[in-house]
């Protein structure tokens, strides 16, 4: 024991753990640098967009980009570039307020039906299979149609839905942490099942959640961004990706810039939680799984 | 073990699910405000033409009763009259059918051609830079959102160059192919991503497999190798993936049909939706559960054929 | 010239790297020994020690892999040298393998009856009917029972044992001269263990077949075997015929291999229910440091343990 100790503490240069240098890769660098910047938009937009999202100019309509407008300007012109940077705000809450509420009601719920089995275990399944019958989309809209468009109403329909797949994803990898010998020796001591289930069994199973939760963030960006272009998500005259495309759209042949812009910020943000997943995924995978 | 008995045992563990999907749609409408009978008629209806819908929902009893009716009702076709289309929405429903399954169909066969090849020229310069290439544009492909494509498409092969019908259907199966090629190949673009990711690991690990060294010891050609020992192995996967992400893929289809005008389910529900069509959207949406259940069969059935060990058991 | 003739398989200096993550592991490291024709070669030696790679590398199922460098003579011709599409004529044809695990080496998606015609149609001018006649003599000739009504069947339908027979009528299809048998009974029932040796070993005599059978089990060389040549890592540390090498091993390596087979263990050490193989070995790392190079000098990797 001690002769390993010595061994170690004597070898002239340490590496660096895999796990840092996971971190280290070009893949996790670009998405880190995506995502931090898209946060900071989102959180500060006032201090970079150079005009008001909102603010009309008759004067400069339609203007193709330029050193005044680096995006140009659209059919009232407002500033395509305030526009989208605003736009950031509300299209990363929806990245966060539509998965947020469904993760912590499916952790919980998963965790439980895990857990306790039985009946409720039956239940759950029924309501998966009726959950996975309906396309995603139609279920959601649906949802929207007897609440009425809007922001809110999306957030709750997504959450209604999506809280399902986080708890199917929850249940399934309790569900292995519980064959563990440290889930019975919890039992054993008689700890209570809450304190087994949050402190012992959940925090073994969060790594895939939280890298199901970065792919999910992405995808509700798509999908909030596909509500707004159709009309049931935020509504106009606030900027978001989806409605700016939207807006944009009539005008595709004569200012391009109206929809290309939006729509690069719409990749590139979720190609960073994409590019931030994965690595994720890498660096939070247990030691010795390969 | 028949195949027919195979089929007839999955079509009755359909019914469980298929009456709690039921009872999500019906919920649906009861969860608006007000009287539903309101909702689901007219806005210059009568008070005897909402007494005769009350009736028929059987709004006046119990709520297990307005259930059964419902079952009842739909069971019989009866799905009710399409406030906005003014016609039984089983007819409005039934004459879109054919539209959205021909365009789905058609994605799916699009986004397995373009995948498939891909996939295994990736998976067999594993690393190389190609095989990077691939996944890079795949990644891209993948964070594009749908109805972004289809503007894309639409504005440079439809309105631009021309290439492309905008919209509509055509009327012979040429036509089809022809109006529907944009939105397929739209639909096609993201489900292709995913598709390709799976194949490609998939190719990669069969190609791994210690029956494939077997094979390639007994000197067969590298393509009976790849076409009949890595290929079918590797769709195994692929088939479960793509069942699974049949709900993906309709939704995909929705947006869709939105952009290019196609006239489907999908882009009924939506004018359903703006327009608050109730026996519509609750028609619609038992269609798509109906479509989704149907493919789920559709991919245990292929994945029986597939692979016999399914087929015994 | 003498040997040229003599023997079927001549493998020189055969080194096989594996390049993963800017490591490079070397799993055979610079070996030869010749097959002549009708004899059976046992390659013994642990698990990692290289002796399936070296299987492998002898027929290029390895080059996708790693490097592979050295000669491999089949009846003169350096096979190294052959591209894959030419090696395609000498496996399955000339030179066969059967692998390890009866369970994963069969696809489980294709008929056995279509695994078998496969090879005949890849090397023969059989047509379909002969084809199918033939893989049901050969399935006989495995000792499969009713073989006609199982060609249609799938590999999940018989038992472990059943399936490296369908393995082995696989192998044999095409008449080869030499089969390589890569632990063939290690993953089998002890009773079909041996079954499947005196299958091996009669096909081998009457098809004057030569089997190169790696094995980690010294008593299925003394049963099988008429030359040994022991393997441990990724080097060959003997060779010779096997009364020779059994009786008097040369290497300690060899002698603790022996040591290691139950029966050689003296009976004062039996209060161990189950000797472990390097009970009485342990590594000595002063030796292995200064490991002369490949002189073919006896290398000193095992000093017995003290005690």
């Known amino acids: 024991m001690t002769q ?37 938009l989102a959180v500060f937009p006032a201090a970079f967009a150079p005009y008001d999202p909102n603010a009309f100019d008759f004067m400069a309509i339609q203007q193709a980009p330029s050193w005044v407008h680096p995006f140009g300007t659209d059919n009232l012109g407002r500033d395509t570039l305030s526009r989208v940077i605003w736009a950031y705000s509300v299209d990363m809450q929806i990245a966060f307020f539509a998965t947020f509420f469904a993760m912590v009601i499916g952790i919980i719920v998963g965790s439980l039906v895990a857990y306790h089995g039985g009946f409720a275990d039956v239940i759950f399944g029924r309501i998966v299979d009726v959950t996975i019958t309906f396309p995603f989309l139609v279920l959601v809209i649906a949802v929207v149609a007897v609440l009425g468009p809007g922001l809110t109403n999306m957030y709750v329909a997504v959450t209604l839905v999506q809280w399902v797949y986080y708890a ?51 995808l509700a960006i798509l999908l909030g961004s596909s509500l707004g272009y159709l009309g049931l998500g935020a509504q106009p005259p606030q900027a978001e990706w989806g409605v700016l495309i939207a807006e944009g759209r009539n005008f595709i042949t004569t200012a391009w810039w109206m929809s290309l812009m939006p729509g690069i910020a719409i990749v590139v943000t979720r190609l960073g939680f994409s590019l931030v997943g994965d690595s994720l995924a890498d660096v939070l995978r247990p030691r010795g799984a390969s | ?71 009842r009702n739909t069971l019989t076709g009866d799905m009710g009259t399409s406030i906005l289309l003014k016609a039984p929405v089983s007819e409005v429903i039934l004459e879109r059918i054919p539209v959205t399954a021909f365009l789905t169909v058609y994605a799916v ?36 959102p749908v109805f972004y494509i289809g503007l894309l498409l639409l504005t440079f092969l439809a309105a631009g160059l021309r290439l492309f019908p905008v919209g509509g259907y055509g009327a012979t199966f040429l036509q089809h192919l022809h109006h529907l090629m944009l939105p397929a190949l739209t639909v096609a673009l993201y489900t292709s991503a995913i598709i390709m990711r799976n194949l490609r690991s998939a190719v990669i690990e069969v190609l791994d497999a210690e029956y494939v060294q077997f094979a390639r010891s007994k000197g067969l050609s590298r393509s009976v190798i790849l076409g009949r020992h890595v290929l079918r192995n590797a769709l195994i996967s692929t088939v479960t993936l793509l069942g699974l992400s049949i709900g993906n893929l309709m939704s995909g289809t ?8 196609v006239p489907g389910l999908g882009r009924l529900m939506l004018e359903a939706i703006f327009a608050r069509d109730y026996p519509l959207i609750q028609g619609l949406t038992l269609t798509f559960a109906v479509m989704v259940s149907l493919v789920f069969l559709l991919t245990d059935m292929v994945q029986a054929w597939l692979d016999p060990r399914l087929r015994l058991s | 010239m003498t040997s040229q003739t003599d023997s079927l398989l001549k493998v020189r200096n055969l080194k096989t790297t594996f390049h993963s993550k800017g490591r490079t592991l070397r799993a055979v490291d610079g070996i030869s020994f010749d097959v002549r024709a009708g004899e059976v070669l046992g390659l013994v030696g642990e698990s990692g020690s290289g002796k399936s790679i070296t299987l492998r590398s002898i027929i290029g199922l390895t080059r996708d892999y790693g490097s592979v460098e050295g000669n491999v003579y089949w ?90 027979r369908v393995m082995i009528a696989i192998s044999l299809a095409s008449n080869p001269e030499m089969l390589l048998a890569d632990e063939p009974t290690t993953a089998l029932d002890v009773t079909i263990q041996d079954q499947i040796l005196q299958l091996l070993l009669s096909l081998a005599k009457n098809l004057n077949m030569a089997i190169v059978l790696v094995t980690h089990d010294l008593g299925v060389v003394a049963q099988t075997c008429d030359r040994v040549a022991v393997m441990y890592a990724g080097r060959l540390v003997e060779t010779g015929s096997v009364r020779d090498v059994l009786k008097r091993p040369q290497h300690p390596y060899t002698l603790g291999l022996l040591k290691s087979v139950p029966e050689n263990i003296p009976p004062a050490h039996h209060s161990f229910r189950f000797p472990a193989r390097h009970q009485h070995w342990t590594h000595c790392r002063r030796a292995a440091l200064s490991l002369p190079a490949a002189s073919g000098r006896k290398m000193c990797v095992l000093v017995p343990n003290p005690r």
């Open chain 2, 109 to 144: 066969c699009l986004s397995v051609l373009i995948a498939g090849p891909l996939a295994f020229v990736a998976a067999l310069n594993k690393n190389g830079s190609l095989d990077i290439a691939i996944r890079s544009g795949f990644q891209v492909g993948l964070s594009t």
């Open chain 2, 254 to 261: 929705l947006v869709t049909e939105t952009v290019f005008a």
């Open chain 3, 75 to 164: 009846k003169g011709e350096d096979l190294l040298a052959r591209t894959d599409k030419q090696l395609q004529s000498v496996r399955g044809s000339q030179i066969s393998m059967i692998f390890q695990e009866p369970m994963t080496s069969l696809n489980p998606l294709l008929s056995i009856g279509l695994q078998i015609e496969e090879n005949l149609k890849a090397h023969t001018e059989l047509d379909k009917r002969a084809r199918k006649a033939r893989a049901i003599e050969l399935l006989d000739m495995v000792g499969i029972p009713s073989a006609s009504s199982r060609l249609s069947d799938f590999p999940h339908q018989f038992s472990g044992g059943m399936r490296q």
């Open chain 1, 168 to 218: 199917r994803l929850t249940r399934a990898e309790i569900m292995t942490q519980m064959t563990s010998d440290y889930a019975s020796a919890g039992r054993v001591m008689g700890y209570s099942s809450g304190r087994i289930i949050f402190r012992h069994l959940l925090p073994n199973a969060m790594t895939p959640l939280i890298t199901f939760w970065m792919t999910d963030m992405a």
């Open chain 2, 1 to 71: 073990m028949s195949s027919l008995s195979y089929l007839v045992s999955r079509l009755l563990q359909i019914i469980p699910t298929f009456l709690l999907v039921m009872v999500v749609i019906f919920l649906l409408v009861r969860m608006l405000p007000g009287d539903p009978a309101i909702a689901m008629a007219d806005a210059k209806a009568t008070e005897a033409q909402l007494e005769l819908i009350r009736q028929k929902l059987g709004l006046n009893e119990p709520l297990v009763m307005q259930f059964l009716y419902f079952v």
């Open chain 1, 4 to 40: 390993f100790e010595t061994l170690q503490t004597t070898q002239p240069k340490r590496k660096l753990p895999p796990r840092v240098k996971a971190l280290l890769r070009p893949g996790f660098l670009l998405g880190f640098f995506i995502l931090s910047g898209s946060i900071i």
